[in-house]
């Protein structure tokens, strides 16, 4: 069975950092396309990043130079490796599959965790 | 990478049929056959609902459908039920990005 479940969420101060972590089971991480999307309190879904099953990653420009995405093949995980933390960047953060080389769509999710950004 | 444009709202009785757009440009929406549509409700994760702009994944009922003409995908749910009652999100990819549509509350009147 598929199965995603992210942790690490925390309250932050504004400049910290924090690392997310998503567990994934049914199947590998290693080649697979996944991406961090996040949601701000009763706010609409805003995709993060994503990294490709031959290792290249994107961003959305509010978090490029800040966040970090990465996979751990051992552990069979997915990581955001969060810095410079602002206020805005307080929200419910997913991870999510592509299901394959050619998907542009998210078709599992995991429950998401918290991020909160404050002082 | 700005968000894709929705209605805010949108309803309807049960039974009847409601269809939500999602307007973005010839980078995004217009350029690519992968607009996808998700179903969020309160406290819960998105489920995929329409990938490929058409595409229904296993499980989801053909009461959802999807089309898009030019800038504009549309999500139609035919024969509402309570359990549709929810907020949908359309995406689309976008060069290497992907960027959602700014979400549709749907209610069942």
């Known amino acids: 069975e598929v199965q995603l479940v992210e942790s690490g969420g925390n309250l932050v101060q504004p400049g910290g950092s924090l690392r997310l972590s998503c567990a994934v089971s049914?199947?590998?991480?290693?080649?697979?396309?996944m991406s961090w999307v996040r949601q701000a309190p009763g706010k609409g879904l805003e995709w993060v990043s994503v990294?490709?099953?031959?290792?290249?990653?994107y961003y959305v420009d509010s978090v490029k130079g800040r966040f970090t995405i990465s996979r751990d093949n051992s552990n069979n995980a997915l990581y955001l490796q969060m810095h410079s933390l602002r206020t805005e960047d307080t929200a419910v953060y997913f991870c999510?599959?592509?299901?394959?080389?050619?998907?542009?769509?998210?078709?599992?999710w995991g429950q998401g965790t918290l991020v909160t950004v404050s002082s | 990478q700005s968000a894709l444009t929705q209605p805010p709202s949108a309803s309807g009785s049960p039974g009847q049929s409601v269809t939500i757009s999602c307007t973005g440009s010839s980078s995004d929406v217009g350029g690519y056959n992968y607009v996808s549509w998700y179903q969020q409700h309160p406290g819960k994760a998105p489920k995929l609902m329409i990938y490929?702009?058409?595409r229904r994944p296993s499980g989801v009922p053909d009461r959802f459908s999807g089309s898009k003409s030019g800038n504009t995908a549309s999500l139609t749910v035919s024969g509402l039920q309570a359990e549709d009652e929810a907020d949908y999100y359309c995406s689309s990819y976008a060069d290497n990005s992907y960027v959602f549509g700014t979400g549709t509350k749907v209610t069942v009147l």
């Open positions: 990294i490709y099953g031959g290792g290249a990653t």
């Open positions: 049914g199947f590998t991480v290693s080649t697979s396309y």
């Open positions: 999510a599959r592509l299901p394959y080389s050619a998907a542009a769509h998210f078709d599992r």
């Open positions: 490929e702009v058409i």
